[in-house]
């Protein structure tokens, strides 16, 4: 494989003069974003700098022991970012959320490095780390979504909840139908984006690996791999961070703790 | 609101619940019904004190029909059967699916709105949805929250009459409404 064509500095600059687009935009239409736009670009210019340097430190090494810690920060991030954006209080759930993420994307990815692409060493840094962003990145937006759709629309729709104990419903039956929804909440921008796969967009994966060297056809199996093991770790992890954190929330009379929301009213 | 406040039930009562607004009419059924917790004293149910074991026992024998219409969406038939296929109703899911035509007959509502989605029943109909919901699950024990503030005043004398004289139920019921049965025995719990 031939990797892609480097950048020079020279290339790095001709960016940031395109980056004066954007800032003309903002300037024109006089949009109060020029600051947060700069700040954004630099801190992305470096933490990926700082990215770069410490996997080409991981990938030279390619030790497993380096390898799981990294993965496991990876995900400690992840799960982080979905209770903060989820609105929920971080010391209630971060328990959890970790171990769901933990259980469902390390299955995921040593699932796939083993029986898709039949690796020897499961858990290289090359397939691990970079197969593992890809998944975790998704779920990480789907559980977003789901999870803190769930919560919130408990609270929101509360009576529909008592009335379905009233009915004489478990927790578990009156809760389904908040899960269902959820669910659907969480995985339809998957579904949506794998219906217009390779004609409205094409994926990153499969552009990563075309600019590096793989024949078309060789990428769009990974595509297709990962897609269905995105979707896989979506609803494991999901599943796995309600079935955690219901138990918490709840108390025995199956009423909701409002202390788990950080903007508790 | 509900201080120093005490009261009983004998099976087969039949209780109006009466008292001005925000006196606490709908948060008694809460605490009954374990939505919320009294700071002080305790509720009994059956001789047993309300806790968090005997609570769920309570909400498998109570039916309740809420004020708050927010019951659900999609196909009303579909809603019957999903309150039939609760684990604590199962038992009686033939026998009520089959006594079902009956009910909506009584209450004054067409076999066809089963094939309707409960978003598009008026007011009136959500809440006598409600009621059949409640007396499919073969309950005897009823706590009724204004159940017939969205019917006119025949369907009203008609929810009532079913409620207030069938000897088997116990009723506990906030109304405002003024018709009561002329033959039933009334006690009336106000709050004030």
Known sequence: MNGAQDLSLFSMIMCGILLLVPLLGVWYLKLDIARNLLVSTLRMAVQLILVGFFLQFVFRYNNWLLNLVWFLTMIAVAAFSVIKNSNLKLHHFVGPVSLSFILSNFFVVLYFNYFIVNLNFILDAKYMIAIGGMVLGNSLRANIVGLGDFYQSIRKDEQLYFYKLSLGATRFEALLHFAKKSFLAAMNPTIANMTTMGI??????????????????????????????????????ISLCLFFTVGKSFDKYGILHKTIFRNNP | MLQDFSFDIQPGDKVIVSGRSGIGKTTLFRLLLGFEKPDNGAIYFENQMLDETTVWKLRRRVAYVSQDLNIGRGNLQAFFNETLSIKANLQYKNDSLNGLNGLLDYFNLPETLLQKNIEELSGGERQRVAIINALLLKRTIFFLDEITSALDKSLKSKVLDYFLLNPDFTVLSISHDNYLPANATIKTLKLD
Request: charge should be positive.
């Open chain 1, 200 to 237: 409205v967009s094409l994926p990153g994966m499969m552009t990563g690996q075309i600019l590096g060297g793989s024949v078309p056809l060789v990428a769009i199996k990974y595509q297709i791999a990962i897609m269905i093991a995105i979707l896989a770790s979506t609803v494991l992890s």
